[in-house]
C-alpha cells in the first residue's frame, strides 16, 4: 500500500476531477431530483401517468426495442462475416462500422428523413414499384393487380406510424451490437468448433449450442446499450417524426414540449423517469458484465 | 464498460487455429446480408448528404455561404433586394453558427482535457474507498439523455432555477472578445469587448451542455491504456529524482498520447455534433445557434439545399474523425503485435 504514495498528486488530481464531476454533473442532476421533489407524490403521479406521455413511454419502448432488436441481429451477422470472413472491403466495412458515433445526429435524422419521404430515394420505393407492376400489367393486357396504395407502408412514418423512428434508432444504436460481439468472437478458439464438428455436430447446432453461448453476454450487453441509447435519443428523432402528441412523440420530445410551455416541474418529473430506466438498464448491463465474468472464473 | 460507446477493436491474434471451414453458400449469404444492411443503413445515407447538398450544383453549394450580390449598378425591383437582403442574412447566419460551434468546442475541449488527464491519473495511480463509485460517476453522462442532460441546466439555472436568482444576473465576459488596449488604463493591458448577462440562452449554458454529454470521452479513453501500463515506469522516475510534473509530461503523457488523441477526437466529434442537449438550453434565438441547430432552422424552413449544405460539412467532419479514428486503431494495434513479437523473442 505504502508504494502507491511514491507518486505524488492525489490531492490535486482527485480534488480537480471532485470538483469538476461535482460542479458540471452531479449538482445539475440534483437539480433535476430537487424539482421533482417540490411536487407532492400526487401532482408527480398524475403528470407521469397522463395518457400523453404514458403513450409517449411506450413509443420510445417500443421503437427502441424494435430498433435493438434489429441491431441485434444484425449486428451478430456482421460481427461474425467482419471476424471470420474475408472479403473485399472488409476493412473499409470494418471502420464504417463506428461512423454512426462520428455523425451528429442531426445529420442523421435529416438524411434519413430525406432519403425515406416519398420522393426520396428509399421512400419512393414503394409507390415506385406498384407503378412498374401495373404499367407492366397494362402493357400485357391485365388489368392493374396492385391497388396504388398497396406499398404505401414503405413510405414515410406519417403512414407507416413508428416506422421512421425505428429505421433511425437502427442507425444510432448500429455500432454497439457489432462492437461487442466482435472483441469475444476474435478471441474465440476455433478447436472447440473443430471437436464439435468432428464428434458430428451441424453447422447450426455448432453455432446455437457451442459458440452462441459463449457470445451470449457480450451478444445482451451490446443489445442494452443499443437500447439504452435509443431510449434517450432526440436529436436524429425530431427530424423524421411527425411530433404529434400521443401519436408520433418520444419521450424526450415531450420534455421539449414542456419545457417550451414553462411547465419545468413536469418536464422534469418525465426526465427523472427517463433517468430512472436508462439507469436501470446501465445497473442490468453491469449485473449481466459481473454475472459473464463470474462464470468465466468458475469455468 | 457499460454505456462506453468507445470500442477498440482488438487485433486479430486471438484463435490459434484457423476456423474449419464455413459451407459456401452461407458464407456468400451472410456476406451479402452484412454487405446490403451497412450498405442501406450507412453509406446510402452518407452519400444522400452530399447528393442533397449539391442538388443545385456547386454554385448553390457555395450560394450558402456566399450568397450572389446584387450586380453593381443595377435598378432592382423590391421583390430583388429582398431577395438578395435575405440571401445575405442567411448566410450571415450560417456563417455565426459555424463560429459558434467552433467556439463552443475550442472552450470544451480543453476542459475536458484537463479533467480527463486528472481523473485518469486519480483513478489509475492510487486505490483509494470509493474508486469504482468514481468512475461509474465519470461514465454516467453517457446513459443520460441528451434532453436530459440540458433540462438539468434548465432546471439549476434557469428563471425559475435553483441558483436562478444569482444565475439571471451573473455578468461574464466574452473570452473571444479578449483584445489589447494597452497600457492606458493600467498595468493589464488586455480588456474584454463584450459581456453577456445570465447563463441559460446564453452561449456559456451551450458550453455548460456540451461539456455535461461529452464529459466523459477523454477520461475513458484513458483509464484502461493507464490501468495496464501500470505506474512502474512513473515509479523508475521518481526514484531516479524527477518531479512530479517532469514523469508525467516525460513518461505518463508520451506513453498515452495515441489513446489521449482517440478520446480528444471523439470528444471533438460529439461537440460539434451535440444536438439534444444544445437545443433546449439555447433557446432557440438564432445568436446561439450551433451547426446542428441552424440545421434545424433551415429544415423547418422548407431550406432543404441549405440544410444539407451545412450537413455535408459535418458529416465531411465525421469521415476525416472515423478516418483519423481508424488510422489511430491501426498504430495502436501494429504497435502491440510489435511488442508481442519482441516479447515472444
Not at chain 2, 443520460?144 to 433540462?151: C, N, Q
Amino acid at each position: 500500500m505504502k508504494s502507491f504514495r511514491v507518486i505524488p498528486g492525489l490531492p490535486l488530481t482527485l480534488g480537480y476531477t471532485l470538483f469538476y464531476l461535482s460542479a458540471l454533473v452531479l449538482i445539475p442532476l440534483a437539480a433535476l431530483v430537487i424539482k421533482t421533489t417540490q411536487m407532492t407524490l400526487a401532482q408527480f403521479w398524475d403528470v407521469v401517468t397522463d395518457p400523453i406521455v404514458v403513450a409517449s413511454y411506450r413509443l420510445t419502448f417500443t421503437a427502441s426495442a424494435l430498433a435493438a432488436a434489429v441491431n441485434g441481429v444484425f449486428g451478430l451477422i456482421v460481427a461474425w462475416v467482419l471476424v471470420r470472413y474475408e472479403f473485399p472491403g472488409r476493412r473499409f466495412f470494418d471502420a464504417l462500422i463506428d461512423f454512426p458515433f462520428a455523425l451528429p445526429t442531426a445529420v442523421a435524422g435529416l438524411t434519413y428523413s430525406s432519403l425515406y419521404l416519398k420522393d426520396g430515394w428509399i421512400g419512393g420505393f414503394g409507390p415506385r414499384v406498384v407503378a412498374s407492376v401495373n404499367a407492366l400489367a397494362g402493357w400485357a393486357g391485365i388489368a392493374p393487380p396492385l391497388a396504388p396504395d398497396a406499398l404505401d407502408w414503405l413510405t414515410f412514418p406519417f403512414t407507416g406510424g413508428t416506422t421512421g423512428i425505428v429505421l433511425v434508432l437502427i442507425f444510432v444504436g448500429l455500432p454497439f451490437v457489432v462492437r461487442t460481439v466482435q472483441p469475444v468472437l476474435l478471441e474465440w478458439d476455433a478447436e472447440f468448433e473443430t471437436a464439435a464438428r468432428s464428434l458430428g455436430a451441424s453447422p447450426w447446432t455448432v453455432f446455437s449450442r457451442v459458440i452462441f453461448p459463449e457470445i451470449f453476454p457480450a451478444w445482451i450487453s451490446g443489445f442494452a446499450l443499443a437500447f439504452a441509447r435509443s431510449i434517450g435519443e432526440y436529436g436524429s428523432v425530431i427530424f423524421i417524426a411527425a411530433n404529434i402528441p400521443g401519436k408520433s412523440q418520444i419521450a424526450p420530445m415531450q420534455i421539449v414540449t414542456r419545457l417550451d410551455d414553462f411547465q419545468y416541474a413536469q418536464a422534469a418529473a418525465i426526465g427523472v423517469v427517463l433517468l430512472a430506466f436508462s439507469l436501470i438498464i446501465l445497473l442490468a448491463i453491469n449485473g449481466v458484465e459481473a454475472f459473464a465474468r463470474r462464470q468465466e472464473r468458475a469455468a | 464498460m457499460a454505456g462506453a460507446p468507445i470500442a477498440k477493436v482488438v487485433s486479430r491474434t486471438g484463435s490459434a487455429r484457423p476456423a474449419p471451414p464455413a459451407n459456401p453458400l452461407i458464407r456468400r449469404i451472410l456476406i451479402l446480408l452484412a454487405v446490403a444492411f451497412l450498405t442501406i443503413f450507412i453509406v446510402v445515407p452518407l452519400v444522400n448528404v452530399f447528393v442533397q447538398a449539391l442538388s443545385k450544383g456547386v454554385e448553390g453549394y457555395v450560394a450558402v455561404f456566399h450568397p450572389p450580390e446584387a450586380p453593381e449598378g443595377a435598378t432592382l425591383t423590391i421583390l430583388q433586394k429582398r431577395h438578395f437582403g435575405e440571401g445575405a442574412a442567411q448566410a450571415t447566419r450560417t456563417w455565426n453558427s459555424i463560429g459558434m460551434t467552433l467556439s463552443v468546442a475550442a472552450v470544451v475541449l480543453p476542459l475536458n482535457i484537463l479533467f480527463g488527464l486528472a481523473a485518469a491519473w486519480a483513478t489509475t495511480k492510487f486505490h483509494f474507498r470509493g474508486r469504482t463509485l468514481l468512475t461509474s460517476l465519470i461514465d454516467l453522462p453517457f446513459s443520460v439523455s441528451p434532453v436530459v442532460a440540458g433540462l438539468v441546466f434548465v432546471l439549476l439555472l434557469g428563471r425559475n432555477g435553483i441558483f436562478g436568482d444569482w444565475a439571471t444576473h451573473l455578468t461574464w465576459p466574452d473570452v473571444f472578445s479578449l483584445h489589447w488596449i494597452g497600457f492606458a488604463n493600467g498595468p493589464w493591458p488586455f480588456a474584454f469587448g463584450r459581456s453577456f448577462t445570465g447563463v441559460i440562452f446564453t452561449p456559456l449554458a451551450i458550453v455548460l451542455a456540451s461539456i455535461f454529454v461529452t464529459f466523459p470521452f477523454v477520461a475513458r479513453s484513458l483509464t484502461p491504456l493507464m490501468e495496464s501500463l501500470g505506474s512502474d515506469e512513473e515509479m523508475a522516475a521518481l526514484s531516479l529524482g524527477a518531479s512530479g510534473w517532469r514523469t508525467f509530461f516525460k513518461i505518463t503523457l508520451p506513453n498515452v498520447k495515441w489513446a489521449l488523441l482517440y478520446g480528444v477526437i471523439l470528444c471533438a466529434a460529439r461537440a460539434f455534433g451535440e444536438f439534444g442537449a444544445v437545443s433546449v438550453v439555447s433557446g432557440h434565438i438564432d445568436a446561439n445557434d450551433t451547426m446542428p441547430l441552424r440545421i434545424e432552422k433551415l429544415w423547418n424552413e422548407y431550406n432543404n439545399q441549405a440544410a444539407f449544405t451545412v450537413a455535408s460539412v459535418l458529416a465531411l467532419l465525421a469521415v476525416v474523425t472515423l478516418v483519423a479514428k481508424t488510422l489511430i486503431d491501426w498504430k495502436t494495434q501494429g504497435n502491440e503485435r510489435t511488442s508481442e513479437g519482441v516479447s515472444d523473442a
